[in-house]
């Protein structure tokens, strides 16, 4: 009942936050948006409105009337004629790219050739030749360069972190990553099944394979297999379903399974999960003892311990979320490895506040004296580790790094590579052009 109260609480929190709102600070950051898009109020909008340090300041849209409604509805509090007028206008300091897949490489191209800092959506790019492409170009290079952050929301919540703690990453034997998405949610014209504007199951729901990236903490060796369901012509070159396995370094295996027309009844029962399963380990009496049914083993024993960790609902933890782990026990003989006796232990966790999971908080809040919050959404986190990089402070930890987004893409061109299906076509945007 108090878990129900509390949740019910932290999601009005999250959509209502309280007021009054923080004052800004005097050199808040100024964040222009490209694109009056749908995911705008969710990843920024409404996280700006709990920073200090944020002011969201201007929007444009290909349609200024469409910008403004947007911007009335938003109180964004400058409307400009075109993306290029936000890039060329002195007073701001930020961009949020929220635009289609296949438009995301010319505008935070032209975006970093302006020196404005870029939250960049994701998946970034089309493709791993464009982020290479970016990633050298002048800007980035520089010293300092702009911030450019891919926005991989769901790795600054401390949930994830929490789940982490969990993760033994040399030993791991398998990891299983989904996110299944109900068909009622997407027009079929929809950008993520539109081929031009590198549209496809496994751009759009790329989040399986960066979970599976996060979780080993390095680069698979090999996609082994991968199937996709594809959309009726003309949009046959987008996948909207996949499922697929890999092969990490250390001989451990990957799955991935994501859909974009999914049932509602399947979306709600499958909330997005990643489970990590582990080899047998040796363990020392002291890493079971709270274990109810524990036993030391004697002489020519031991104990290993197989420990599986399942992260619940790992897109939108802010909701819900629930760390599941269940440690399979075995004293075997050492020489014969014959059981000997079994045993399991169970335990849950969930992490909704940084306190909860035993990190720092982060620079911005402290100095606002106030700690994470429950209602905190993962855009909430993601924003504040933005703005910790702009200013040149530590923040948690949590980041998206460039390697890490080129490593991304190039997962991706993999997994189509091993579909069958072509790359997402690279954008034909001359960075020369970008200045
Ligand atoms: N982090 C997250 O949780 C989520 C991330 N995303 C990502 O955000 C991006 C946008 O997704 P979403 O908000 O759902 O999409 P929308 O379709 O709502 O927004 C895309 C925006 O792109 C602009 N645009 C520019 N050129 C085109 C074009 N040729 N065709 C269509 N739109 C165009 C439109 O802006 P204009 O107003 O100028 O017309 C539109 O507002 C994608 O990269 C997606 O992967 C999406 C949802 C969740
Ligand atoms: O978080 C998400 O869920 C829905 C998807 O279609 C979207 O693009 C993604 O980022």
Redesign the pocket.
């Known amino acids: 009942m108090a878990s129900l109260f509390g949740a019910l609480q932290r999601n009005w929190r999250m959509i209502n936050p309280p007021t009054p709102l923080p004052p800004k600070a005097e050199n808040a950051l100024r964040i222009g948006i490209?694109?009056?898009?749908?995911?705008?109020p969710?990843?920024l909008i409404n996280p700006a409105k709990l920073h200090p340090e944020v002011i969201v300041q201007a929007i444009?849209?290909?349609?200024k009337t469409?910008?403004a409604a947007?911007a009335k509805k938003h109180g964004i509090p400058q409307v400009l004629g075109s993306?290029q007028e936000i890039l060329d206008d002195p007073s701001i300091d930020a961009v949020y790219?929220?635009?289609?897949?296949?438009?995301?490489f010319e505008w935070a191209l032209k975006a970093l050739a302006k020196g404005k800092h870029v939250l960049l959506?994701?998946?970034a790019f089309s493709n791993a030749a464009e982020a290479e492409r970016l990633l050298q170009s002048p800007k980035p290079q520089q010293q300092p360069a702009p911030v450019l952050l891919e926005?991989?929301?769901y790795r600054f919540h401390p949930a994830w972190a929490r789940f982490l703690s969990f993760v033994d990453q040399p030993n791991i034997a398998h990891a299983t990553a989904s996110l299944n998405l109900a068909s009622m949610l997407f027009a079929k014209d929809?950008?993520?099944f539109?081929y031009?504007?590198s549209g496809g199951a496994l751009?759009?729901l790329?989040y399986t394979m960066s979970v599976l990236r996060g979780v080993y903490g390095t680069e698979p060796e090999e996609c082994t297999s991968c199937e996709v369901g594809t959309m009726e012509p003309p949009n046959e070159l987008c996948d909207y379903k996949y499922d697929g396995t890999w092969r990490f370094p250390n001989g451990g295996t990957g799955e991935m399974h994501g859909t974009l027309r999914g049932g509602l009844v399947q979306m709600l029962r499958s909330l997005p999960s990643v489970t990590v399963t582990h080899r047998a380990v040796a363990v020392e009496p002291h890493e079971y003892a709270k274990s109810p049914s524990a036993a030391a083993p004697t002489a020519g024993q031991e104990t290993v311990r197989t420990r599986t960790v399942t992260l619940n609902n790992y897109?939108m933890p802010t909701l819900w979320h629930r760390i599941d782990v269940v440690d399979d026990f075995v004293v075997r003989d050492k020489t014969t490895l014959e059981p000997i006796r079994r045993w399991s232990a169970k335990q849950t966790a969930k992490a909704y506040t940084r306190r909860d999971a035993g990190l720092p908080e982060d620079d911005a809040a402290a100095a606002a004296a106030a700690a994470s919050q429950p209602s905190w959404s993962?855009?909430k986190h993601q924003l504040d580790a933005f703005v910790d990089r702009i200013r040149g402070r530590p923040g948690t930890g949590a980041w998206v790094t460039a390697e890490d987004t080129l490593n991304q893409m190039r997962m991706i061109d993999m997994a189509y590579s091993k579909a069958g299906l072509a790359l997402r076509p690279t954008s034909s945007f001359d960075p020369a052009l970008a200045v």
Not at 60 to 63: G, L
């Open positions: 490209l694109g009056a898009a749908n995911i705008a969710m990843a444009a849209a290909r349609d469409k910008a947007y993306y790219i929220p635009l289609p897949n296949g438009l995301h959506e994701k998946p926005a991989f929301h929809d950008i993520r539109r031009d504007l751009m759009d790329t897109i993962t855009y």
